[in-house]
């Protein structure tokens, strides 16, 4: 699985030679592997919501210098199996990126998740802290997404999505809505390029089928429903926490690191971007690489 390919640039057909599908607990998942190496520790990436592991792009060349990479399209998103009718939930992600930890070999990693991929690696971080996870965590770098339910604000159209008109706007929304929705979540100076904007609309209608947004929006309601075992996770980690966020961001800006100082009473290592919105790792992939690196300087070293 080791990739060979460099990227530099937002370019889907480059992003794509990267990785292949691979059959994690019964379905086909696009997966990334930067390739073993004894002298590098690994880094497991978890994207959001509705893109895909294409969110890495920006990025993967310069941290695959220094760590073995995993990272994957989480079922029902870009490249991998998209099941029509399926329950998604975030507990089966969950279980899928601990397949893929154990499909890797990988004994000890750091993850890094945004947006969608935070409430997965909160429900991994519960297992980590019950003793019941698949690989030893050494740190959790957390970007944009609503770890506490109570200060996430979604996009109408999310709210849209989660009544019965769901399925329908799933199928009639086009191009130019979905890409007016992404842009109002980035920050004013760090708009999205319209090759990242492309490759985003690419990976939604990946193998000529819709990503079913209407169904795996259902995270929001489950962030109510396991609020308490998801908040409790962060209080009680037992792995050191750190958080870059884009102020800016409508969704889960400034106002989520409030709460998030407000509920977590340690020190733990927060940057706050002033200028950025949901996606630092794309708006300015040269600060999210300048962060997580100093981020994990302050972080034992994996055994």
Known sequence: MASKCSLTEPDLATWRALGERRRLLGHELFVLDSGEDPRRETVLLIHGFPTSSFDWSLIWQQLTRTHRVLALDLLGFGDSDKPPGHDYTIAEQADLCQALIELAGVRS????AHDYGV???QELLARQNAGRGVGRWCSLFLLNGGLFPETHRPRLIQSLLLTPLGPLITRLSGKRLFERNLRAVF???TP???EMLAGYWDVLNAGGRRAPVHSLMR???EREQHRERWVRALQESVVPIGLLNGSLDPVSGSHLVARYRALIPREDFID??????????VEDPARFLKSFEAFLASVPTAL
Request: avoid cysteine.
């Open 109 to 112: 990693l750091h993850v890094v």
């Open 192 to 194: 999205p390029s319209a």
């Open 187 to 189: 920050g004013p100076d």
């Open 219 to 221: 995270y929001l309601p």
């Open 119 to 121: 409430t997965v690696a």
């Open 272 to 281: 706050e971007a002033d200028r950025l919105g949901h996606f630092p790792q």
